[in-house]
């Protein structure tokens, strides 16, 4: 498990994102052009601050789901207003996830781990909440497999540790196909995590 956790993991990482961007490349070429048509703007990704492996700060990347569009007052419409159809459906299928495959090549992301949160939940995890960023927080994980929707923050966080207390091969193998199989049947799995990333731009 070691050599898997500290060497093999990250390999497999690095040639699973090169092969499934090579395989979905046209796919998200047509994502690209509807996402600039659905938002009215060349700005098809967005990023955003999030704390790694070790509480190292990172930049997320994503396509955008929403338009930048304001009130008068100059503040951004409610998220249900701004998100355009486009991205509604690439939700549903958790398109919108793929440019996170760059970060998992850049080595701030695994395909699998703790879905990353917001850096001002940091001060507030317990120490034993805190070992969720003993290694790179992924695309999917545990947590997002077993009830994401009805189990509460200390429940996912008790899920997040175990995890990291029991990488292996075969686990993450398990999560990454149950996690396909419910994007196939448009679950949203990634979409209806609580934790999911707030199309936001910075």
Same mark, same amino acid.
């Given at each position: 498990?070691r050599?898997?956790?500290?060497?093999?993991?990250?390999?497999?990482?690095?040639?699973?994102?090169?092969?499934?961007?090579?395989?979905m490349?046209?796919?998200?070429v047509l994502?690209?052009?509807?996402?600039?048509?659905?938002?009215?703007?060349?700005?098809?990704?967005?990023?955003?601050?999030?704390?790694?492996?070790?509480?190292?700060?990172?930049?997320?990347?994503?396509f955008?789901?929403?338009?930048?569009?304001?009130d008068?007052?100059?503040?951004?419409?409610?998220?249900?207003v701004?998100i355009t159809k486009v991205?509604?459906?690439?939700? #549903? &299928?958790? =398109? @919108?996830?793929?440019?996170q495959?760059?970060?998992? +090549?850049k080595?701030?992301? %695994?395909?699998?781990?703790?879905?990353?949160?917001?850096?001002?939940?940091?001060?507030?995890?317990?120490?034993?909440?805190?070992?969720?960023?003993e290694?790179r927080?992924?695309?999917s994980?545990?947590?997002?497999i077993?009830?994401?929707n009805?189990?509460s923050?200390?429940?996912?966080?008790?899920?997040?540790?175990?995890?990291?207390?029991?990488? #292996? &091969?075969? =686990? @993450?193998?398990?999560?990454?196909?149950?996690?396909? +199989?419910?994007?196939?049947? %448009?679950?949203?799995?990634?979409?209806?995590?609580?934790n999911r990333?707030?199309?936001?731009?910075?």
């Amino acid at each position: 498990m070691r050599i898997y956790k500290n060497s093999l993991k990250r390999i497999l990482d690095v040639l699973l994102a090169i092969m499934i961007f090579v395989i979905m490349s046209p796919v998200l070429v047509l994502v690209m052009l509807a996402s600039c048509l659905s938002t009215k703007s060349f700005k098809i990704f967005f990023l955003q601050e999030r704390p790694g492996k070790d509480e190292k700060i990172f930049r997320v990347v994503k396509f955008k789901t929403m338009d930048d569009t304001f009130d008068q007052n100059g503040n951004l419409l409610p998220d249900t207003v701004r998100i355009t159809k486009v991205g509604k459906l690439l939700r #549903s &299928f958790s =398109l @919108d996830e793929f440019p996170q495959l760059i970060n998992v +090549l850049k080595g701030d992301m %695994s395909l699998i781990g703790p879905r990353p949160l917001l850096p001002e939940y940091l001060p507030k995890y317990t120490k034993e909440q805190s070992r969720r960023h003993e290694v790179r927080p992924g695309i999917s994980g545990w947590a997002q497999i077993n009830g994401r929707n009805t189990s509460s923050f200390s429940e996912r966080f008790k899920n997040d540790v175990w995890y990291v207390d029991n990488i #292996s &091969f075969f =686990l @993450d193998l398990k999560i990454l196909i149950t996690t396909l +199989l419910k994007v196939f049947k %448009s679950e949203g799995i990634l979409d209806q995590d609580p934790n999911r990333i707030d199309d936001i731009e910075e």
